[in-house]
């Protein structure tokens, strides 16, 4: 069987199927209901889940996995293995995961984000879905990160718009157009540039 120090309800524990070796802090909520039907939290062996996060129903997460405090994990969300989700970050549901990616403290990525392997993003980077909140009504488009990507801190990436592999996105910039891979994307609207030979390469996460 598997084992796992968890103080979860027991609504909580008919919801959530669990590997090995797994660390549930008694003040965090998995299995939290919301996602689709029969839907159930799966998590690998070797979880870590810190105090005051929230994990959805209908998620599914692989081996390894660590989040800070206050992380939140919403339903139809696919997490592979090795990946960290800090504190305050929001994984918003609909959201595909790679492995090994690091989401620092207060990274927000929206319904239909896909990251892939070894991406880092930076405190506070945000993924948005939608072209114009509010003044239309519009079809959400999630952005693509490939894998190798490296996202700056306080960095904006727009709807729709693909960051390809080994690119690297600097801190604050706001980035409105797709970024081929093995580029540097900086300012605001990010501009692209050959990326320098000390940020080639992929990331070792």
Known sequence: MPTVDRHMSEHDLSTVRTGDGCDIAETAVVGEPGGSGEAYTRIGDDATVRGGTIVYT?????????????????GG???GDDVLVGSHAVLDGDVTLGSRVSCQTGVYLPPKTTVG?????????VVTN???PVRETSELVGATLESNVSVGANATILPDVTVGERSFVAAGSVVTEDVPPGTLAMGNPARHEPLPDELDGGNEL
């Open 58 to 74: 209908d998620v599914e997460i692989g081996d390894g996995f660590s989040t800070g405090h206050h992380a939140l994990v919403r």
């Open 77 to 79: 969300t696919t997490v």
């Open 117 to 125: 392997d070894d991406v880092f993003l930076g405190p506070h980077a």
């Open 130 to 132: 939608d072209p114009y």
